[in-house]
């Protein structure tokens, strides 16, 4: 069995699998429909497939005599679900490998603090170190530009540095590939009355509505809820309504209009849920069909793209800010993941981040892509909070339609 974190990887590597062991492989992953999915676990169950290729919910494929599972880029969130049923896969993964008496690979180049901490202690596990690139090919040069000094030059519309812009010039001159995530998809993060300083905000999370300009809609990133956009303000009816923040769909156009002769491909979770878009750009990518890839934390998973040798980094410290213990774990891991894209093939690579606080030791580490100086820092704080991996925390939630009887119950 193995797994990986994003449909998007699904496609490369089940045909790698495939050319391996024809007739045997079957996928598994919630973009397939209801039927294909039917077929491919009957497949599975009568023995038909030996192999299994898919993301997180592949995990209960119903393999009988399963004796190995991979778990590629095992430090991802994605292996986690967190509506019900409620499980992370890497937790599945191991009961089913410790019941079977088989084996569990996790693969990442930035492991989960957890998951380092354990087997770099002997707790049953065994680790292995890569020290460096195939081939002994280098690592790419990383360059932080700090945002507050471009604002003052460049003023308060500056979106992408004088480095970057001068980066993706030359990388087109040179007929070279590029990749520019922006983890916040949407046009604009917010839509705001600048008026009365009205915030059009979800109903029901009390979260600013994202603006999607090619759908043109007011959508809550969190419980889905769309309503359609205003042409004033809904508190005072005022006309001066303002699209704060840059999302993907945005940086999209921003690119277009600097580099024009460049084909760009936008890659988030709106494109992708548009049957046969992620797979044909994707292909296309590798094809050399297209120059630029712009989007999400999709562009850092595990993508393996030999002629890509410049990846920009923008709003690289947006998830410092989330407060969560693990915000500067998932920030070193998404810029370290997203910085090892470039210069997988013979030209060497480059990586632009942008951020306004390049001092931060998260971003410190990423840029000289030392996992283990940023272990042995963060653990110090989860050491002294005690967190994780020096406890274990568990989430009760109580739901009921009544908040006082889901009160009552809670006491």
Known sequence: MLLVPEIGLTPMLSRLVVSRFPGQVSLLHSGMSAGERHDQWNRI????????VGTRSAVFAPLDDVRLIVIDEEHDASYKQDEAPCYHAREVAWQRMRRAGGVLVLGSATPCIETYHAATREEGGIYFHLPERIEARPMPRVTLVDMSAEFRQQGKNAVISTTLRDELEGCMRRGEQAMVLLNRRGYARTLLCRGCGHVFACPD????????????RLECHYCGQEREVPSVCLNCGGPYIHYAGVGTEQLEGILRTLLPGARIARLDRDTARRRGTLRSVLFGFAARELDILVGTQILAKGHDFPDVTLVGVLAADAGLSFPDFRSAERTFQLLTQVAGRAGRGSAPGRVVIQSFHPDH???HFAQKQDYRGFYDNEVEYRKLMQYPPFSSLIQIVVSDPDETRAQRDAE
Do not use: P, W
């Open 361 to 363: 030791y998260a971003l």
């Open 205 to 216: 999370c009390s979260v600013s509505m994202t603006y999607h300009q090619q759908e043109n």
């Open 45 to 52: 169950r009568d023995g038909e497939s030996r192999v299994v």
